[in-house]
């Protein structure tokens, strides 16, 4: 159901990189929309991690990162830590649908 | 501190109505768009409506329009989403998130989230 679409899984082992692709078309990413992500512990609230394609809100270490090119989105965590582990969602906006749009979510584990 | 407190989620059959409410503090309610967003059990997240500053612009996702009302009173803090003819899809932890942005709407991102509130429409 969902126009912007991610990796059920990704994982690797503690200190690595790892990154999440995040496909939308030319109505949304790809028409120049923002893309933001959002971390979701298990049983907490999403929390915002990067706004703006890039920018990180106070708070958030550096370790995380965005990028955007076309109609695709990243996501990349350097040095992976244990508390990394949760559910990452992409979001931006959708022309078409004239609404918000998230992606399909990302589950992180770290080995 | 920002805080969003969501109230009013429960069991209820199809068909029926239930509201939504969402105490916001901590920040110029007033000055800030708000949206609801809602993850059905084991699910990803859905945005399902949002209302401007001031009240007078509201946006839906089409699974919800003409059923859902979004409001807000700016008096009291409060964002609402009126919710009819409830179906079982609609089964979900509904959040209230502030929405934060630069310029056109279309830029917004949601920087606050309450804690949610399970609604469950079953027979």
């Known amino acids: 159901q969902s ?26 990413i790809g028409a120049g929309y923002d893309v933001n992500w959002y971390q979701q512990l298990p049983g907490t609230a999403p929390k915002v991690l990067i706004y703006g394609n890039g920018n990180r809100p106070s708070g958030v270490p550096d370790r995380f990162s965005g990028s ?9 965590i350097t040095g992976l830590q244990a508390e990394d582990e949760a559910d990452y ?13 998230f992606g399909t979510g990302t589950k992180v584990t770290v080995l | 501190e920002v805080q969003l407190l969501e109230s009013g989620g429960g069991l209820v059959q199809p068909g029926e109505s239930l509201r939504l409410s969402c ?3 901590g920040f110029t309610f007033s000055s800030n768009a708000m949206s609801w967003v809602r993850q059905a059990p084991g699910k990803g997240l859905e945005w399902v409506s949002r209302i401007n500053d001031i009240g007078d612009n ?15 009173d700016n008096s009291k803090n409060t964002l609402y989403l009126q919710m009819n003819s409830l179906r079982p899809e609609d089964t979900a932890v509904y959040y209230c998130a ?16 309450g804690q949610g509130t399970l609604v469950t429409v079953s027979s």
């Open chain 1, 3 to 28: 126009v912007l679409t991610q990796p059920p899984s990704v994982s690797g082992a503690p200190g690595q990189r790892v990154t999440i692709s995040c496909t939308g078309s030319s109505s949304n």
């Open chain 1, 68 to 76: 955007k090119s076309g109609t695709s989105a990243s996501l990349a």
């Open chain 1, 89 to 101: 969602y992409c979001q931006s906006y959708d022309s078409s649908l004239s609404g918000y749009v």
């Open chain 2, 23 to 25: 105490a916001a503090s």
């Open chain 2, 58 to 72: 509201t946006h839906y996702t089409d699974s919800v329009k003409g059923r859902f009302t979004i409001s807000r």
């Open chain 2, 98 to 113: 502030k929405a934060r942005g630069s310029g056109s709407s279309t830029s917004y991102y949601f920087d606050y989230w």
